[in-house]
């Protein structure tokens, strides 16, 4: 099946600092989805993108389809970015179901 | 509020009981899933239904029996639980390709 591995597994920031999580994937996807599960466990949608840039406020996601790979950006770091966040693929030939990577675990320091 | 929301949100419960979770979306979407978050917050699919009927079963224990009486319900029961149950399952939903999923706030299954 498809792999999704996402960088750092952790990352420690302090407020107001910008950072950058990783997403690779090793097989052509029809959908990807970014993920932030809070520490209450929800899991938010953040953005679907199977291709090309968006930006909600201070979060931003590119996915270069061709190289199998997503950013997501974070600026201006707040307490309430803290949490895991997941990457998560979908392949239509491998039948309709999201498969996540392993998370990078945020936490964003006063 | 449209949604997919499940229940309960907390299930504590003995080794070899039986219990259920229910999940219902109102977002009209066609398909919807069950996944399993472990203890090291790994997510994996454990079922997926499109309009009723069962597309995806990954090899999970026969003790799990999903029930979907209409495309807007998924329910899932457990048989005679174990330890290694314990988990948060989500409950979600999706349209056709070219749209994402929507999970549901969770629920945490505890086995003691």
């Known amino acids: 099946g498809i792999q999704v591995e996402q960088s750092p597994p952790d990352l420690i920031l302090q407020e107001g600092a910008n950072s950058t999580l990783r997403c690779n994937f090793s097989?052509?996807?029809?959908?990807l989805q970014w993920f932030h599960q809070n520490p209450w466990g929800q899991l938010i949608n953040l953005f679907y993108?199977?291709?090309g840039t968006k930006q909600n406020g201070r979060l931003s996601a590119t996915t270069v389809a061709t190289e199998r790979y997503s950013l997501l950006y974070i600026s201006s770091s707040q307490t309430t970015d803290s949490g895991v966040y997941f990457c998560a693929v979908e392949r239509m030939a491998a039948g309709n179901k999201l498969t996540f990577g392993g998370g990078t675990r945020v936490l964003v320091k006063p | 509020d449209t949604a997919v929301s499940q229940t309960p949100k907390y299930l504590v419960t003995q080794m070899g009981n039986d219990k259920s979770i229910k999940c219902e979306q109102n977002?009209?979407?066609?398909?919807m899933y069950w996944y399993k978050q472990d203890s090291k917050k790994f997510l994996k699919i454990m079922f997926s239904y499109n309009n009723k009927e069962l597309i995806i079963n990954e090899t999970v224990p026969n003790r799990f029996s999903p029930k979907s009486p209409d495309k807007a319900h998924l329910n899932l029961h457990i048989n005679s639980l174990e330890l290694g149950d314990s988990a948060v399952y989500f409950c979600?939903?999706?349209?056709?390709?070219?749209?994402?999923?929507?999970f549901g706030s969770g629920t945490r299954l505890t086995v003691v």
């Open positions: 097989d052509s996807v029809n959908n």
């Open positions: 977002l009209g979407h066609d398909t």
């Open positions: 979600a939903s999706s349209q056709t390709v070219g749209y994402g999923y929507t």
């Open positions: 993108i199977p291709s």
